[in-house]
């Protein structure tokens, strides 16, 4: 099993709705989640971070369920330039001399059509 | 500001051949990767560098090596390339710190392109 999980899609749906991404985490000691925007063929740019039960940014909600190991990326009102890859990331063992990990999920495909 | 920079951003290799991949940021930070990107595999990490002077394997270090030259700058070769290293290469850069859970963001290059034939 990966480690974070995303259903892969791809995702399309009309401006102006509402869609929402799931994705899991395996290990019960990732401490903090991120969402990554990747537009085609560019790098990954931060979008959310997830420190604690949840987040908003404008149209943008992520939410954290650690008893079901599960964040999701809510976004309303899409936009035409809502259309990426979406990349769940978990961040894992910072403690004492450890700096950590991040493991990324394989990617949410997004379309949004006029 | 550039963030980080990635030279170069396209290469072609024949199987045997190596070559070094450039990596600089103007962020200060402490922390600079090495990232693979393959369809359907998601980012894969190959190495990493948690300060200056330190390096460290990731997932898929195999057929890599790194160099820390100094806070700024972080290069991953391949000494003899081969088909199985064609994919996108990223590299990265946070202000992470040991014990500390926040501002583990990262901050990604454009990448660089290659394919070994």
């Known amino acids: 099993r990966k480690e974070v999980e995303q259903d892969p899609g791809p995702f399309n749906v009309p401006e102006g709705a509402t869609v929402a991404f799931n994705c899991t985490y395996s290990?019960?000691?990732?401490?903090?989640f991120f969402w990554y925007r990747q537009d085609c063929r560019k790098e990954p740019k931060l979008l959310m971070s997830v420190y604690s039960s949840g987040n908003e940014d404008g149209r943008f909600t992520a939410q954290l369920n650690r008893a079901s190991q599960y964040i999701s990326l809510l976004i309303r009102d899409s936009k035409l330039s809502d259309s990426a890859t979406y990349l769940c990331v978990a961040f894992t063992g910072a403690g004492g001399t450890s700096y950590g990990k991040l493991t990324f999920g394989q990617g949410t495909i997004l379309t949004v059509h006029p | 500001n550039a963030g980080v920079t990635q030279t170069p951003k396209f290469q072609v290799l024949k199987t045997g051949q190596s070559m070094t991949l450039q990596c600089a940021q103007d962020?200060?930070?402490?922390?600079m990767y090495w990232y693979r990107q393959d369809p359907g595999m998601g980012l894969r990490l190959i190495y990493y560098?948690?300060?200056?002077?330190?390096?460290d394997k990731g997932e898929v270090p195999n057929g890599y090596n790194v160099s820390r030259l100094n806070k700024r700058e972080f290069s991953l070769r391949l000494e003899s390339a081969a088909p199985s290293q064609t994919s996108v290469y990223f590299c990265?850069?946070?202000?992470?710190?040991?014990?500390?859970?926040?501002?583990?963001?990262?901050?990604f290059g454009p990448g660089t392109r290659l394919t070994v034939t």
């Open positions: 990265a850069s946070s202000e992470s710190l040991p014990g500390y859970l926040a501002r583990y963001e990262q901050y």
């Open positions: 962020m200060n930070h402490n922390s």
């Open positions: 560098s948690a300060s200056e002077g330190t390096t």
């Open positions: 290990n019960s000691a990732s401490q903090s």
